[in-house]
Nanobody, 122 residues
């Protein structure tokens, strides 16, 4: 009933920029926190950035100052603006959300998108 779809990934040179988008759709009552995770080959999935429904944000130390997370509540969409990209940012980026469905009375955190590939060349 709920779907998260990421877009905006691609291939860029070091120092370049990309903006990722994640749109949630389906039988949604409301969305609490949303976040971006990434997973590089041979590494564990890690939290990149998160944003609450009120707009408070948190970032991994490795991206702080370079990435900016934002959201458009009217569109159920979260964005990740990535500037000054480095080769170590190369990974599959996944969207995550805490969602209360129309038939529910609480939030469930286990909603994930399919992922979008970001590749940064040196």
């Amino acid at each position: 009933q709920v779907q998260l779809v990421e877009s905006g990934g691609g291939l860029v040179q070091a120092g370049g920029s990309l903006r990722l988008s994640c749109a949630a759709s389906g039988s949604i009552f409301s969305i609490n926190a949303m976040g971006w995770y990434r997973q590089a080959p041979g590494k564990q999935r890690e939290l990149v950035a998160a944003i609450t429904s009120g707009g408070s944000t948190n970032y991994a130390d490795s991206v702080k100052g370079r990435f900016t997370i934002s959201r458009d509540n009217a569109k159920n969409t979260v964005y990740l603006q990535m500037n000054s990209l480095k080769p170590e940012d190369t990974a599959v980026y996944y969207c995550n959300a805490d969602i209360r469905v129309l038939s529910g009375s609480y939030y469930l955190s286990g909603y994930w998108g399919q992922g979008t590939q970001v590749t940064v060349s040196s």
